[in-house]
């Protein structure tokens, strides 16, 4: 049975969200985001911004309206689906814990890396759905719960079903009940030809599950499943904290400070498609002085329900007039003004709003972007934008960690869920249990800054003189980001950063260093070598990569070993031809010296 009674479960299934506290909130948080999100047309926003307007016109909007602010809000969901390109990004799950009793088809790690239904992984389920909907509705809640009915010949399969805030419209943490409405419909008969569309409703609690379709009757149970493991499934994800009610908590999204932003980039694009029509293209003038032949000027036509509007001149007793055929003017009569040559002409616009309008537009797309320090996304190219965009990497990492965070928060509530949906009743022990759950730790390192502009930094450390191993850090990032989907060659270019022992000195300073004896011969050799030094060592050797630091040291230095002795043999080879060639040419002088005068 329900916590609550049947008829308050009633009340609460059929009102939508209002007897829950924080709904109206959070859906007003939501909703600002999703419409941009989503590329919707901003109705609300518009009627509130232009109320005296016709429904005419706002219908015209709406047909006219293209999602443009869609593309930065999606460029940022993208940027944060980086996280998991960080070079520390693991979901860990443990390879010394199993139990006997669970198949190693059955483990957890597989249910949630291969077998996870409708979407293979949880990782895909994390990055697919919870990402987008964590960053712009962070009052959502997420319900683990089995998507068939227990049996005792086969393992649960719990699943993470993930509810916006408009779909919650019971979430209880204290008392442990929840009322989650489904996006899914269901359609019922009503008559014998008459049909309508109802709603799905979970309940669930600590005891039970139970699944509740809308009919012509009410709400029916078609589903209902024991708690087997006596606890409430059901979590809200994480965000910023916003405001505090009681033991409630209303957060905010981590895109919430683009919403301003975005909605005037909104309402100022719908306002400029109207003005290119006003403005941009030509509107005719013409002397409208030629009746209407049909109704011979008078706009109305005779019928047999009286005088209706004449269809050829729309009641306007003037015949109609095209810019594509020829105008007729009619001399004036005696006593009449002339009639002014040319009768027709073009009105003169100004079209400098658009530019400034369309301009204001730009503008507030790229503040959206600045607002969560991600104006590095910005379309407009570095070299023709007429804004600096420099970007704070403290304030970008914060931003993302947090987001990191606030995903894994939900990861490891799901798989922790999934574990007690599947394992429970077959490890009792619930320390054994805890030990089967990964490790996900949350990244530090995210690749989020785009190439061009990692190089413009690389450009400006080397005009600036900075330090040099600061170059160096700058162009392996810059390395790491071109060759992302190289991972042997990312792996190469790695150890060029990690082994040389003159990181982001040029050519020309290593041999000004060398001459002035200010580096060791073996420094300047592997540094100068290491490209061919390092395709040697792989070559020989397919774990180098691998190998401790030290070890990797000392094969390059060997390397350098045989390079200065190479040389130096060399040296010696040159300098003895040359005293070769020297010592022939004193014979010839000496012989030339001997010879008798002419």
């Known amino acids: 049975m329900p916590k609550i009674s049947k008829q308050n479960l009633e009340l609460y299934l059929s009102s939508n969200g209002s007897y829950y506290a924080l709904y109206k909130e959070s859906v007003e948080l939501y909703e600002a985001l999703r419409v941009h999100a989503d590329g919707e047309f901003p109705k609300k926003m518009i009627e509130e ?23 930065p809000v999606s460029k940022v969901i993208t940027s944060f689906g980086k996280i998991r390109r960080s070079p520390d990004w693991n979901i860990d799950f ?13 483990t957890l790690s597989e249910y949630c890396t291969k077998n996870l239904p409708g979407y293979t992984s949880i990782e895909y389920w994390a990055f697919g ?5 964590n960053l712009i509705d962070a009052n959502a809640v997420v319900a683990v719960i089995p998507i068939e009915t227990i049996t005792n010949d086969a393992f649960a399969k719990p699943v993470p079903i993930l509810f916006n805030s408009d779909q919650v419209i019971v979430y209880n943490e204290k008392d442990k009940y929840a009322i989650l409405r489904s996006k899914r419909k269901v359609t019922y008969s ?6 309508e569309t109802g709603n799905i409703f979970y ?32 979590f809200k994800i994480k965000g910023e904290a916003f405001k505090q009610y009681d033991n409630m908590s209303l957060n905010r999204s981590r895109l919430d400070a683009m919403v301003p932003f975005l909605d005037e980039a909104a309402c100022e694009y719908s306002d400029l498609k109207g003005s290119k029509i006003q403005h941009l293209f030509p509107t005719m003038w013409y002397v409208e002085n030629v009746d209407c032949n049909a109704c011979g000027g008078n706009g109305k036509m005779p019928s047999d329900d009286g005088p209706v509007e004449c269809k050829s001149c729309t009641g306007s007793g003037k015949a109609k007039f095209s810019p594509f055929v020829s105008l007729a003017i009619k001399p004036a009569k005696l006593g009449e003004q002339q009639i002014p040559v040319p009768g027709a002409g073009y009105l003169e616009k100004d079209t400098a709003i658009l530019d400034f309008q369309e301009k204001s537009v730009e503008k507030n797309l790229y503040k959206s972007l600045g607002a969560v320090n991600m104006q590095f996304l910005d379309q407009t190219p570095l070299s023709i934008s007429g804004d600096a965009k420099n970007v704070d990497r403290e304030e970008l990492n914060n931003t993302v960690y947090n987001s990191a965070e606030d995903l894994i928060y939900s990861i490891d509530k799901a798989i922790y869920f999934i574990n007690e949906w599947r394992y429970s009743y077959l490890v009792s022990d619930a320390k054994t249990r805890k ?12 690749d989020l800054l785009p190439e061009d502009y990692l190089m413009k930094e690389v450009t400006d450390a080397r005009t600036g003189k900075v330090n040099p191993l600061l170059i160096a850090t700058l162009e392996q990032q810059l390395a790491a980001k071109k060759f992302y989907n190289q991972p042997d060659l990312a792996a190469h270019i790695k150890l060029l950063f990690e082994l040389d022992p003159l990181p982001g000195i040029s050519i020309e300073e290593k041999m000004s260093l060398a001459s002035n004896n200010a580096i060791t011969k073996v420094d300047f050799i592997i540094s100068s070598y290491m490209a061919s030094f390092i395709k040697r060592a792989v070559r020989e050797d397919k774990d180098f990569c691998n190998n401790k630091y030290d070890d990797q040291m000392k094969v390059l230095t060997g390397y350098a070993d045989e390079k200065i002795k190479a040389n130096d043999t060399a040296g010696q080879m040159i300098d003895a031809q040359k005293q070769k060639v020297i010592d022939e040419l004193k014979q010839q002088q000496a012989g030339q010296q001997q010879l008798p005068a002419a």
């Open 49 to 71: 911004r232009r109320p005296s307007e016709t429904d005419e016109i706002l219908d015209y909007r709406k047909k006219t309206y293209k999602p443009i602010t869609k593309l």
């Open 94 to 106: 443990p390879k010394d814990v199993k139990s006997t009793r669970i198949p190693d088809a059955e």
């Open 129 to 133: 759905i919870l990402l987008k909907q």
């Open 190 to 195: 009503i008559g014998e030809n008459a049909y």
């Open 203 to 234: 309940y669930i609690d600590d005891k039970e599950i139970i699944v509740y379709e809308q009919t012509k009757k009410g709400y029916e149970q078609t589903f209902f499943q024991a708690n087997t493991i006596n606890q409430f499934p059901v």
């Open 435 to 446: 030990a089967m759950l990964p490790n996900i730790p949350v990244p530090q390192n995210f």
